[in-house]
């Protein structure tokens, strides 16, 4: 499925999601949020995919809301812009919501700039490499508002919360260096090399034990706010259900024969 404003392939098991709105440095409007529903529940419902990619077709990754969209709403009234809004937020929230839960591992591929919702689509993503020319922003505050898409939440686990009100208050840019040094990016790689080195992440990743990778992932994002105890208990039962996989038994007998594994996400 596709449309305009977001592309959608799967390829070797590897989902890829292109925001395709350039001319407008894929500013979230109406077709880009409906694109962007359809795409990651396609993506999170579909048992052939074992990796997700949110890429651009472009030199930006996303500069946040469409600010003309968001004068017209508000031109109709507040409480119309309000109407919209909330429409809008059902939509994304739950893709980010998503993104964050189903289980299976979600790169974010970042070129340009990722400002506002960009960014924080970004953060929901489990891991992101950035090419050497991004530019990241919580640019909420530029505009006289707050962060959305989760944006407030992950940043503040990710950096911490002195951090974040800094980045989120003064929502001054981020180079891709810096990014990374704060933990906000996993990788940082020459532009033209971007495609190809995420292409080499998400197919290791779509080959790996991808039932292991989704409850890895649920163990780590429920770590912060688990107590010790409890977060022992779920690690104890997370094991115990991996050794029904076929990968585990694939895993064990490779160690053992001194071969590599063939895992079938399985």
Known sequence: MSND???YDVKDAVATITLNRPKALNALNMDLVEGLVSAVDNAADDPAVRCVVICSSSDHFMAGGDLMMFKDWRDQGVSVAQDHLNGVFDGVHGSVEKLMTMDKPVIASVQGAA?????????ACDLAIAADNAALSMAYIRIGTTPDGGGSHSLTRIVGIRKAMELAMLAESVDAQAAKDLGLVNWVVPVDDLQAETAKIAARLAKSPTRALGR?????NQAQDTPLVEHLKSEQDSFCASVADEDFGE????????RKATFTGS
């Open 5 to 7: 404003a977001v592309l």
């Open 115 to 123: 400002a506002g919702f960009g960014l924080s689509l970004m953060l």
């Open 216 to 220: 890895t992932k649920r163990l780590i």
């Open 251 to 258: 895993g064990i007998n490779a160690f053992i024969e001194r």
